[in-house]
């Protein structure tokens, strides 16, 4: 069994959509974020950095506790040997382009909406500095996505990552930029393909 402690964003859903691919065992645990719940000490001993997602992994002699989403994409991967290819250059793609995702789409996307649309203030500076980064790694994606059908060759963990925050950018109802999108047909293709799997819509579903 594993304890999956979660709130109802992107940077969990990556980890519901897996856990759903991998078949695995698992209870969630909302953290209320609004509220605080990540800095309770409870949870501090998952993850001392305060954020979900989080997981502890019941199933093994000694409970394994993994923070960061592109760590627990990681271990989900190799503890159930699926997603993650196990060498070469078909490894060393994938994670690339999943810290790809971590480092650069989660936040720079967070960015944009906070000062966008989360913020009463006015901060033009911003909005366009992390919008133009936003628009720029769409571009990178589109531009991977025409040579090849996922971001890593074949469906895996990076695709994961980046799904939910597509989702969140093409959604009219969210409050992030669609515009940021624009004419991309390779990422809607992607998008499409991705959101087909049944895996993907039962992740999706989880907590909504
Ligand atoms: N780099 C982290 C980001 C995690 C993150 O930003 N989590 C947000 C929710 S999506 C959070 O827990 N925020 C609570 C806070 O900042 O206090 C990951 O990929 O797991």
Same mark, same amino acid.
């Given at each position: 069994?594993?304890d999956?402690?979660?709130?109802?964003? %992107?940077?969990?859903?990556k980890?519901?959509?897996?856990?759903e691919?991998?078949?695995?065992?698992?209870? +969630?645990?909302?953290?209320?974020?609004?509220?605080?719940?990540?800095?309770? *000490?409870?949870? $501090?001993?998952?993850n *001392? &950095?305060?954020?979900? *997602?989080a997981?502890?992994?019941q /199933?093994? *002699?000694? %409970?394994?506790?993994?923070?960061?989403?592109?760590?627990i $994409?990681?271990?989900?991967?190799? !503890?159930? /040997?699926?997603?993650? %290819?196990?060498?070469?250059?078909?490894?060393?793609?994938?994670?690339?382009?999943?810290?790809?995702?971590?480092?650069?789409?989660?936040?720079m996307?967070?960015?944009? &909406?906070?000062?966008?649309?989360?913020?009463t203030?006015?901060?033009?500076?911003?909005?366009?500095?992390?919008? !133009?980064?936003?628009?720029r790694?769409?571009?990178?994606?589109?531009?991977?996505?025409?040579?090849? %059908?996922?971001?890593?060759?074949?469906?895996?963990?990076?695709?994961?990552?980046?799904?939910?925050?597509?989702?969140?950018?093409?959604?009219p109802?969210?409050? +992030?930029?669609?515009?940021?999108? /624009?004419?991309?047909?390779?990422?809607?293709?992607?998008?499409?393909?991705? /959101?087909?799997?049944?895996?993907?819509?039962?992740?999706i579903?989880?907590?909504?």
């Open positions: 069994m594993i999956f402690y979660a709130a109802k964003t %992107p940077n969990a859903r980890i519901s959509i897996m856990l691919e991998c078949d695995a065992r698992y209870q +969630a645990h909302m953290i209320d974020i609004g509220k605080g719940e990540q800095f309770s *000490p409870e949870f $501090l001993r998952v *001392p &950095n305060a954020k979900i *997602p997981i502890v992994d /199933g093994e *002699p000694t %409970p394994v506790s993994v923070f960061e989403s592109a760590a $994409l990681i271990y989900l991967g190799e !503890k159930f /040997g699926r997603l993650l %290819p196990t060498t070469g250059a078909a490894r060393a793609s994938c994670i690339s382009w999943t810290v790809w995702q971590v480092a650069n789409v989660g936040p996307f967070g960015q944009a &909406n906070h000062f966008t649309n989360v913020t203030e006015e901060c033009p500076y911003a909005v366009e500095r992390f919008s !133009k980064e936003a628009a790694l769409i571009h990178v994606m589109e531009t991977r996505l025409g040579v090849e %059908p996922y971001l890593a060759g074949t469906y895996s963990i990076a695709d994961i990552a980046v799904f939910p925050w597509i989702r969140v950018a093409l959604d109802m969210a409050r +992030a930029r669609p515009e940021l999108i /624009g004419e991309t047909p390779n990422i809607r293709r992607w998008f499409g393909e991705v /959101g087909a799997r049944p895996a993907v819509q039962r992740g579903a989880f907590a909504t």
